[in-house]
């Protein structure tokens, strides 16, 4: 029997003694920063603290206090004292060389200009037809003078680093490019690896390809190669491949036993390749032969998708970091979404009850150091869990960053959790922060191996936690709707705790969408900016679009990133464009500069999820949820079975497949819970039939609708109705 109850219908009358279960101690309740004007709306974003009283003499002219009415005009001369020449180190390959250490000597000192875009914003800043997404953790390199770029069914294609113009795009094999290209200064080459499990060499100044590597095998993961003096190496399958560079032959391949689940990392001083497999082993590989060093399982965990709540972990999105100094191998795992509240929320603010508490619960360690000698722990790294999702779901978090300083020093730069917290409600959502990390007991006095010293920086919630990279000694931090960067101060032992930290002072930000300065070709504004649909303000510095929204909600890829190479600043926003910074005015425009999309001759059909939506203003009759995607921008009726439901704190999913990533969602903003009788996640159970109506939209990639009222939602099926009645015999529904 087919029931149709509107559910206003259902619950009228009802009442609950109860309220909605929510994965946190207290509630999100509208908060206020230093530095943000009063009137702007929940979850404004803290500027990083002013740097102390004696820098102040090295930056002339310039505020350094915090308030909103400040102007902090980097383009000042007093601020290039501070920073060194450029090098010539280029980024080459993912996450910089093949330690992955997501660290570059080369700095490019403020101020800066707008130098190009790609993929972005066209003329007036609006959205540039034809833009597209790009796949999770894609990177530009650099080398020859030119921007290479992984871009998923559309190959690789190759900019002019001077103005961002497309050179040429090559999709070699026809698959996908999803890994980041690693360049060959030597032989002019780009390694690019496809899906369909070949490495390709292209010649990097025509695309051509020079040479290839089929394995047979194909993943989806994004396994950027490494290369390292005549060898490239790559994952793929359940193997690692050693290629010589030049004649393309294989020197050896590893058996890995699982599906490896990283791309190589490799040590020079131990002559040792390392990666992450599928089962949670990490395995060191004899570069010499291929054969096996050491293999463990550094996790009490089980391998499998670790979900909202559960046992299992994940190495996918990830990659090894080499601390070439000491002989360490960093492995970053992918927790539970439940585990950003455990074993604290929020975590304390001393290393020594940080290290007890990991030690006593070490399923909660989402950092591990491992010896590349022979595998055992190394010590226990204070990091806690966290990513950047939403709804359940916590993708692979921050990896870390090893900086080698010029006196030998070695240290990492990791996304941390502590107390106190940048801003309240100080719980487990709210307590990540920049960090410095030890790795021996000697760098910085007073402190052990894996602690942890706080960093002044722009605030982000634990659950939208930021990747790194350094330049020199600043540090960049890419969240999905923005990007911080710091430079580092003081270092000095005597900072690093909760209540004196490691001072910064901010540098020019740069966010998705702003129109709080108005349009320039610059694209600059100087004093702050707040995201259009959001009012979330940083500090001033560069806006992508201008008055255009949530852009990153349609054109979604879990990622954002910073590279410094070849005398540029890239930024690849979480929607897949990617801006160049310059040296320069910040006010003025690069004479290079100007809008850049693929070549028409070189566009493909739009992938489901992206493509354009029909702009009418209804639909006639219901869709399956299946289908919603391509109805983007109409209001109607979805109807579909609920897989999935969860209360974030924030928001009620209703998801139609399980895991809710990748289908249309339905999610009920915690305003609008006091109007449902009972607690929205009550009253719709997995299993149960549905029909929804309201306008289709946009939300990290997916397709939403948005619900405010309970009569937006019919029943159509549900073996739920029976509890219901029982509920209401038992009293625990009163009429």
Known sequence: MVHRIPMGMLILGLTFCGSPSLPMSSPLPTVEATGVPSSLPAFPLSMAS?????????????SLAISATATYRLYLPGVFRQFAMSSTDEWTQHAHDAQRTSSTNQVVPPPWRWKWAWNGPDAQGRVSPGKFRLPRNSQPVTGGGRVYIAAGDRGV????????????????????????????ADTGSLFVLSTNGTLYRLNAATGEITGQFPTGASSDLPLPPALFGDRVFFSMGNRVYAIHKSSMSLLWSYDAGS????????????????????DLYVHAIRNSDGSR???????????????????????????PVIAEGHGLVLIKLRLDWEAMWKPWSPWPGDNAAMRSGLSAQPQYQALLALRLADGSPAFIANVGH??????????????????????????????????????????????????????????????????????????????????????GDSIFGAHWMFGFAHQILDRSPSRGTGSNPIPTQN?????????????????????????????????????IYYNQGKVYDQFWSEYAAWVISNNTIYFVSADGAVIALEHGDPLSVSSGSSPSLPDARVETSWPEKERPAERAPNLNRPIPASLAAMHVGKVGEVEGVIRFVFNNGKAVYLGFQN?????????????????????????????????VRGQIDWYQGDPQILVEQPDQIRIVDSPWLTDLALLLRAGVVRP
């Open 659 to 691: 895991p809710h990533q990748g289908a249309l969602k339905i999610r009920i903003l915690r305003p609008y819970w006091d109007r449902f009788p009972l607690p929205p996640e009550q009253m719709i159970r997995p299993g149960t039939a549905i029909r």
């Open 157 to 184: 294609f190759a900019l002019d680093n001077m103005n961002g113009q497309v050179i040429w795009n090559r999709n070699p094999g026809g698959a996908r490019i999803h890994s980041t290209p690693a360049y060959d």
């Open 293 to 319: 060093v050491w293999r463990v399982k550094p996790t009490p965990r089980q391998p499998g998708d670790p979900g909202s709540s559960s046992n299992y972990a994940e190495v996918r999105n990830g990659w």
């Open 259 to 278: 599906s490896v689940h990283t791309p190589p990392a490799y040590s020079p001083s131990r002559d040792l390749v390392v990666v992450a497999s599928q």
């Open 507 to 543: 540098l020019p930000h740069i966010i998705t969408s702003a129109s709080n300065c108005g349009f320039s070709p610059s694209h600059y504004c100087p004093d702050f900016l707040t995201q259009d649909g959001d009012s979330r303000t940083i500090p001033g510095g560069f806006y």
């Open 50 to 62: 002013p740097p102390p009283a004696h820098a102040t003499s090295t930056l002339p002219g310039i």
């Open 386 to 471: 966290g990513g950047f999702g939403d709804g359940g779901y916590l993708p692979m978090g921050p990896q870390p960053v090893v900086k080698r300083f010029p006196d030998g020093q070695e240290v990492a730069y990791v996304v941390m959790r502590g107390s106190p917290c940048l801003q309240s409600p100080c719980d487990g959502r709210y307590d990540s922060r920049l960090g410095e990390m030890m790795l021996d007991d000697t760098t910085v006095p007073g402190y052990r191996a894996g602690d942890v010293r706080f960093m002044q920086n722009t605030f982000f919630p634990t659950d939208e936690q930021a990747n790194l990279s350094m330049s």
